[in-house]
């Protein structure tokens, strides 16, 4: 199978950026959508941002404006680049690709956002 590894997660201060990758196994981005969701305890994993292979994008309104998803060149690697973060951005970020049936999810990274 695609697998999907995730870096970049971390603590931060309020105010403050992260950028969140995601690498993929092939260029398989040039063909599948990408997302990343996150999840807290307790709560559905919600949609944060999806950028489709055609490249259109799609932002949570509670992201918006402060987050922006990309693609590499290669298609290799999926970004999230985060900035002013806030304390309700803490959670258990997540890469996804799909294609029709298939799904593919990385192993989470997280990010938490503190004083």
């Known amino acids: 199978q695609v697998q999907l590894v995730e870096s970049g997660g971390g603590l931060v201060q309020p105010g403050g950026s992260l950028r969140l990758s995601c690498a993929a196994s092939?260029?398989?981005?040039?063909?599948?959508?990408g997302a990343w969701y996150r999840q807290v305890p307790g709560k559905q994993r919600e949609l944060v941002a999806g950028?489709?292979?055609?490249?259109?994008?799609q932002y949570a309104d509670s992201v918006k404006g402060r987050f922006m998803i990309s693609r590499d060149d290669a298609k290799t690697t999926v970004y999230l680049r985060m900035d002013n973060l806030k304390s309700e951005d803490t959670a258990m970020y997540y890469c996804?690709?799909?294609?029709?049936?298939?799904?593919?999810w990385g192993q989470g990274t997280q990010v938490t956002v503190s004083s």
């Open positions: 092939g260029s398989i981005f040039g063909m599948y959508d």
């Open positions: 950028v489709g292979a055609g490249g259109s994008t």
């Open positions: 996804k690709a799909h294609l029709g049936s298939w799904d593919y």
